[in-house]
Nanobody, 121 residues
Framework: QVQLLESGGGLVQAGDSLRLSCVAS????????MAWFRQAPGKGREYVAA????????DYADSVKGRFTVSRDRAKGTMYLQMNSLNPEDTAIYYC??????????????WGRGTQVIVSS
């Protein structure tokens, strides 16, 4: 059974950086797509960034392009999200998701429970 566990959230000030981690277990994840999503208070879940587990190619939402970097360490079974130049609009619960193959978008099969990020102005 695939399990995803996020960590690294917290309270930071505008302009600060933060790195989130998502530990994946229960599978080899060959040909999987792993992604970060976020959900701000009162809003729907928003796609942030994704990485192909095998090849390492990445994709980003326009709102985070140039500020966030997604990566993965296959040996550690962990995906990361390095977030720089944070602003209050980045405040949200951040979730990691996983699915087998396909595009970066669409329906993800597995989800973590999320980690809270709060950016104060």
């Amino acid at each position: 059974q695939v399990q995803l566990l996020e960590s690294g959230g917290g309270l930071v000030q505008a302009g600060d950086s933060l790195r989130l981690s998502c530990v994946a277990s229960g599978g080899t994840f060959y040909n999987y797509v792993m992604a970060w999503f976020r959900q701000a208070p009162g809003k729907g879940r928003e796609y942030v960034a994704a990485v192909r587990w095998t090849g390492g190619s990445t994709d980003y939402a326009d709102s985070v392009k140039g500020r966030f970097t997604v990566s993965r360490d296959r040996a550690k079974g962990t995906m990361y999200l390095q977030m720089n130049s944070l602003n209050p609009e980045d405040t949200a619960i951040y979730y990691c998701g996983a699915k087998y193959g396909g595009t970066y978008y669409g329906d993800y099969e597995y989800w973590g429970r999320g980690t809270q990020v709060i950016v104060s102005s």
